[in-house]
């Protein structure tokens, strides 16, 4: 794939500070909800209540396989997220999957705004080319973007 790039780097990179950053944010709340979501599912299988599984991966499994009695494990996870302070969530959905779905958005934007700079690289073919060649060229923008000189963290992070 090869591409025609309208603009400098200096150009490029100021244009898609934003959108780099609302990536680089979702990264972030991405991990910290997925990691606040497995305590909270690690949790509840540990009580042994749902059957032998220990595995947040597993237990959309049927039980015989390793899986979980789902209908009362899922309602407790609803119960427990809205503990945990998920409190507009709609029953049955995961925070963290809808933070990875943010995730995705965030980054599908990112390459739909460099198709100004790249004409012909789009989402779609990127994705027809391979998951690594779309996550390689999100990874290039993003280090185009943050290596910028001036460039200044979309928050301070410690």
């Not at 949790?43 to 499994?61: F, H, I, N, S, V």
């Not at 789902?70 to 049955?92: C, H, I």
């Not at 390459?111 to 790249?118: L, R």
Request: glycine share 6%; hydrophobic share 40%.
């Amino acid at each position: 794939m090869t591409a025609v790039v309208k603009g400098d780097a200096k150009t490029v990179a100021a244009a898609l500070i934003t959108p780099v950053n609302a990536v680089l944010l979702a990264q972030v709340h991405h991990e910290v909800t997925r990691e606040r979501c497995e305590a909270i599912q690690r949790r509840l299988l540990a009580t042994g209540k749902y059957g032998p599984c220990r595995d947040p991966r597993k237990t959309w499994l049927p039980e015989e396989d390793g899986g979980v009695d789902g209908k009362e494990y899922y309602a407790d996870l609803d119960a427990a997220y809205r503990d945990a302070g998920y409190v507009d969530l709609s029953p049955g959905y995961c925070p963290a999957l809808i933070a990875e779905d943010l995730l995705r958005i965030a980054r599908r934007t990112l390459v739909e705004c460099a198709q100004e700079f790249f004409p012909g690289i789009t989402p779609d073919r990127l994705l027809c080319a391979g998951l690594a060649k779309y996550d390689e060229f999100i990874e290039l923008l993003i280090k185009l973007v943050v290596n910028a000189p001036g460039y200044q963290k979309p928050m301070p992070f410690r």
